[in-house]
């Protein structure tokens, strides 16, 4: 819930990291984004094989990007 208070402390609203999702084994990614300055380097690929390497560790069935 986007607003509601941390139960941890208190003080901020807890809020899901960006651009990634996990639902029934399928996990989504909306967003990947490179600064303009590092882009034509690999870094947007390495991001998601990292992504991929992760989700197979979780046993997920489907990676969406």
């Keep these: 819930m986007r607003g509601a208070r ?3 402390c ?3 609203p807890e ?14 990614i909306d967003t990947v984004a ?6 034509h380097q690999g ?3 390495a991001l ?3 992504a991929q390497a992760r989700a197979r560790v979780l ?5 969406d990007a």
């Design 59 to 63: 046993g997920l069935v489907a990676l």
């Design 15 to 28: 809020i899901p990291a960006p651009g990634f999702e996990l639902v029934a084994g399928l996990a989504t």
């Design 10 to 12: 208190g003080c901020r």
């Design 48 to 50: 998601l094989a990292e």
């Design 34 to 39: 490179v600064h303009p300055d590092h882009q």
């Design 6 to 8: 941390s139960p941890r």
């Design 43 to 45: 870094h947007g690929r």
